[in-house]
């Protein structure tokens, strides 16, 4: 599988276009669109041993470090991920989730850890509707802290360096305690989206840290230092998780939430106190000969990934972009998300139908592709063992989420996709850090519009769907190949699946992968990221039956690829991160 430069790969895309070669009636054919690629030309990062990539440099700093002192990718996926709580705040952090898969060279072991945040004990199906029984509005539901789940994150991660952690858990908050005491410069991502949010959008207690003394965002470069959130992580260092589930700081969340200044809400400290991770098997599924393994429900994202994979596995993508395989593609997504939407849910509530990855059932779902025409939206399948009685659900789901990917020295990998939801959360501040608003994942509606129950409505004690979609691949040979995830709400499923198949079809080397222009389809209109030459994607997809748009598709791909012995990083040039390595 050679890996060609992204130049390569968009001339040979160019070639049929200026019609130097034979090219199909249903692809481009008026002129070349300009390169599809955003960032430029970056070249990957490169190392022999062990590797880092997130989403901001200070935290793949202290992953790498967490390496070189002999700690293992669990160790070093800790450390980042404590350091971008202070740094990419409005993405993830301590009061949110995160799903982990992880991989143990050693013993050939798999595990994926769920630390998704739970509803409240008193959350009812009912909890986002208005007193006529319709759904509130989404928007207004965000923010305040009605919005809010019990966060799992550090519960989760707590029991991953339980089982995989090598250096001692107080020593993987230095960094990050460090950075809170002695500030950080504002990065361009944290500066812009203050300034976009406008300071009405946040809590008083999160106004005072995130705003200047005169109310505007913090400039950039500007030096902020975060006391409240050093103390936090020392008191977690100190006395493991039950500093946070329990004591002052479960009681500081349980007041704010109850006092928010917006939509309060009925999470307690004994919700907290009742937390737990959650070991969860696998999904793993086969494209090309490769084994692509991801997290199961709650989360979508492994599901959605494997069968939309699994559907493509049986045509012919070419070496390069065209739009017949952005149509295959398109395809695939759709039946899976059609299946995704009615059936995916908390499996401690719901039975999650196991025949989504029966080889027959796939076989009837790939049977109903068309090659060379758009097969539109959507109905869900019939998979072996699915309840016929959920309704369709049209949850929306929002990108403030970050990736972190990690392949150690001794060949261990993890990929952790963490989020707060939507940008900067539920905007509540406590203790040095934003709390989430992972509640409005849930189906607002517990009913779809013919009366039958929706999966993922609100239930007490219950986890939100997600498509958070951390994946670990192996090659033919049973060897580690990938390591990968995004951020973005419901368009993570596309984000991965375009990262895989620009590296095994196209021959993309990971940061080629990351920076190619995203495309994809949520059982909907076809999404065409807004570059240079998307119009001219977009009139070809439109050619073929499609209902086209252009979209703003913010990724965040970090992805980390294994071949020969050699690691290659990438990192999503629309968002701050690098890949670091050893």
């Known amino acids: ?136 509005p989404w928007p207004e539901m965000v923010p305040g802290g009605l919005s809010v789940g019990v966060p799992g994150l550090l519960a989760m991660l707590h029991a991953a360096h339980a089982q995989g952690g090598k250096l001692p858990w107080a020593r993987l908050f230095d960094d990050a305690i460090a950075l809170a005491r002695d500030g950080f410069g504002v990065s361009p991502r944290l500066s812009g989206l203050v300034a976009g949010m406008g300071a009405d959008a946040f809590s008083p207690q999160a106004q005072e840290y995130f705003l200047t003394p005169h109310g505007g965002p913090p400039l950039l470069g500007q030096v902020i230092e975060n006391g409240a959130y050093a103390d936090t992580l020392e008191r977690i260092a100190d006395d493991g998780p039950a500093a946070f589930y329990t004591g002052e700081i479960a009681a500081d969340i349980d007041a704010a939430v109850a006092h928010s200044w917006h939509n309060p809400g009925t999470l307690t400290a004994d919700d907290l106190a009742n937390y737990r991770a959650v070991e969860r098997p696998a999904v793993c599924g086969t494209y090309r000969g490769y084994r692509v393994c991801g997290m199961g429900p709650p989360s979508s994202g492994g599901l959605a990934v494997a069968m939309s994979l699994e559907y493509l596995d049986k045509f012919d993508l070419g070496q390069v972009p065209t739009a017949a395989a952005l149509n295959l593609v398109g395809n695939a997504e759709n039946l899976a998300f059609a299946d995704r939407d009615r059936y995916v849910a908390d499996p401690d509530f719901v039975d999650v139908p196991a025949g989504l990855m029966n080889p027959d059932y796939i076989a009837g779902r790939v049977a109903l592709i068309d090659p060379k025409r758009s097969g539109g939206v959507r109905e869900p399948g019939n998979p072996p063992a ?38 900067f959360g539920s905007r509540l501040f406590v203790d040095g850090f934003l709390l989430n608003n992972e509640l409005t994942d849930f189906s607002f509606a517990p009913e779809d519009e013919n009366g039958y129950p929706i999966a993922n409505r609100v239930e007490g004690g219950k986890r939100p769907r997600s ?33 895989i198949v620009a590296h095994v079809d196209w021959g993309l080397d990971p940061q080629a992968a990351a920076s190619l222009f995203n495309f994809g389809s949520r059982n909907g209109p076809f999404e065409v990221e807004n570059v240079p030459g998307a119009d001219l994607w977009i009139s070809a997809l439109e050619d073929l039956g499609w209902t086209a748009r252009q979209a703003e598709m913010t990724s965040g791909i970090n992805m980390i690829t294994i071949r020969d012995g050699k690691l290659q990083g990438g990192s999503d040039p629309r968002r701050e991160g690098v890949a670091m390595g050893d």
């Open 1 to 136: 599988m050679p890996m060609r430069p992204i130049c390569a790969v968009l001339l040979a895309l160019a070639l049929p276009l200026l019609g130097l070669s034979p090219a199909p009636a249903d692809t481009l054919s008026r002129a070349a669109p300009e390169p599809a690629t955003v960032g430029g030309e970056r070249a990957p990062v490169t190392a022999d041993r062990q590797m880092v990539v997130t989403a901001h440099p200070l935290a793949s700093a202290a992953g790498l470090k967490a390496l070189r002192d002999g700690g293992s990718a669990v160790d070093a996926a800790i450390a980042a991920i404590m350091v971008l709580g202070l740094v990419e705040p409005q993405s993830a952090g301590l009061g949110g989730g995160a799903f982990l898969v992880s991989w143990d060279a050693a013993s050939g072991r798999l595990t994926t850890w769920d630390g998704r945040e739970t509803a409240p004990a008193a959350a009812t199906p009912d909890l986002f509707l208005n007193a006529e029984g319709k759904p509130n």
């Open 386 to 423: 699915a309840d016929g009685s959920f309704g369709k659900d049209g949850t929306k789901e929002a990108p403030g989420t970050t990736q972190v990917s990690v392949v150690d020295a001794a060949g261990n990998a993890v990929s952790m996709t963490a989020s707060i939801e939507s940008a």
């Open 467 to 499: 498509s958070m979609a951390p994946t670990i691949v192996f090659d033919p040979d049973g060897k580690l190949a990938m390591v990968l995830g995004s951020p973005g709400g419901s368009r993570i499923i596309p984000y991965v699946i375009k990262a």
